[in-house]
């Protein structure tokens, strides 16, 4: 696959003096002088953000280093049109930039499984909002910000992002990593006991308090536990400080605990 090389970039070797300086001087020389040596040093340093949000669609068919290289891309656009002044971390800037690469680049090889065609429509709407409003609001969009940008419901955003991973199949006989050790096939590790059905009583319990939920709370709770994102990802999606959504989840938890320990009546 032609492309970048992930551990070469073409042009000028950096000097010392771009080895040395840390990636805020550097993101703001190149915001004013375009110079490609700093804009290579900034590739390097980057490089360890590019693998790590590549991995995460390690494990079908791509090669990770083809993953690498489609990733690389979206690092160079990110390193283009990002602004320092706007007072954003560039990693935070340049994550759904990266990903919204990979994301288009799984989009142009074809949906692994059926998916209906106003549905597959929708997600390249939300997947193109989501690569293009960083640029001009500095950070990840929201799911309400993309859902008033698309005229659709924050369902209907959130639906899309989830018919996203409808995009890439993985095969039963795939090797998987755990940390260092030699990959093992999917299938020696499919056919454990589903923890999930121990869940399906605790859900009728608390379902009138689902119901009485906003929906904001609702949102955190499903990015959180269907999701399975990270506090920090999940405000850099809703558009809200990390500890807002800690204290949004654990209010919510406190409640379904306490509607599960009450007896009934």
């Not at 500095?138 to 018919?163: N, Q, T, Y």
């Not at 996203?164 to 990959?183: F, K, N, P, T, Y």
């Not at 904001?216 to 709770?221: C, F, G, N, P, S």
């Not at 999940?234 to 204290?247: F, K, L, N, P």
């Amino acid at each position: 696959m032609s492309g970048i090389d992930p551990t070469a970039a073409a042009g000028p070797v950096p000097g010392p003096t771009e080895q040395l300086a840390d990636e805020d001087e550097l993101l703001a020389r190149f915001a004013r002088t375009r110079d490609p040596m700093v804009r290579e040093e900034l590739t390097r340093r980057f490089m360890p953000l590019v693998r790590r949000l590549a991995s995460r669609y390690r494990g079908g068919r791509e090669p990770l280093e083809d993953l690498v290289q489609v990733a690389s891309l979206g690092l160079v656009k990110a390193l283009d049109r990002f602004d320092p002044d706007r007072g954003v971390a560039f990693t935070t800037y340049a994550a759904p930039t990266i990903l919204g690469e990979l994301r288009r680049h799984f989009r142009d090889r074809g949906w692994s499984v059926h998916v209906p065609r106003d549905l597959q429509e929708r997600t390249a709407a939300v997947e193109k909002a989501i690569a293009e409003m960083p640029t001009k609001l500095g950070r990840a969009p929201s799911v309400r910000e993309i859902s008033d940008r698309l005229k659709l419901s924050e369902e209907e955003v959130l639906e899309a992002m989830e018919a996203g991973g409808a995009h890439h199949a993985v095969s039963i006989d795939a090797l998987q990593r755990m940390d260092d050790s030699e990959g093992v096939p999917m299938v020696e590790r499919l056919g454990e006991s589903d923890p999930g059905f121990e869940t399906v009583e605790y859900g009728a319990a608390i379902q009138n308090v689902l119901d009485d939920l906003s929906e904001r709370d609702r949102i955190v709770l499903h990015l959180r536990f269907v999701e399975d994102l990270t506090q920090t990802q999940i405000a850099e999606r809703i558009g809200v400080s990390q500890m807002h959504v800690s204290r949004i989840l654990r209010a919510t938890l406190q409640r379904l605990r306490k509607e599960v320990a009450e007896p009934d009546e």
